[in-house]
């Protein structure tokens, strides 16, 4: 079992940075690959992006590329998704989420685990 609890959002405005942190609970963090996902009102939950459990391989979704950076500290049990450049289409709220499966998870139905999500706000 894995518990996630997501914190750092909030309103920033076009352009802005923020970063946002996923602290798991449990000693098995390290066994599981991470994902971040966001959804806006009325859309449906999309991936971000992915870092395999050792946090040597990442990948993105088009949108974010080059703007988006998710890192991970296994000794701290925690997994990062630093925003730059936000634009306000990246409004919405922003979710952790655990995998036990091998591979690039782009899917939700692919994690087992996810955190209550965080706001972010981007104004023009």
């Known amino acids: 079992q894995v518990q996630l609890v997501e914190s750092g959002g909030g309103l920033v405005q076009a352009g802005g940075s923020l970063r946002l942190s996923c602290a798991a609970s449990?000693?098995?963090?390290?066994?599981?690959?991470m994902g971040w996902f966001r959804q806006a009102p009325g859309k449906e939950r999309e991936f971000v992006a992915h870092?395999?459990?050792?946090?040597?391989?990442?990948y993105y979704a088009d949108s974010v590329k080059g703007r988006f950076t998710i890192s991970r500290d296994n000794a701290k049990n925690s997994v990062y998704l630093h925003m730059n450049s936000l634009k306000p289409e990246d409004t919405a709220v922003y979710y952790c989420?655990?995998?036990?499966?091998?591979?690039?998870?782009?899917?939700?139905?692919?994690?087992?685990?996810w955190g209550q999500g965080t706001q972010v706000t981007v104004s023009s």
């Open positions: 989420a655990a995998s036990n499966s091998y591979g690039i998870q782009l899917k939700t139905y692919e994690y087992n685990y």
């Open positions: 449990g000693r098995t963090f390290s066994t599981y690959a």
């Open positions: 870092i395999t459990r050792g946090g040597d391989s990442t």
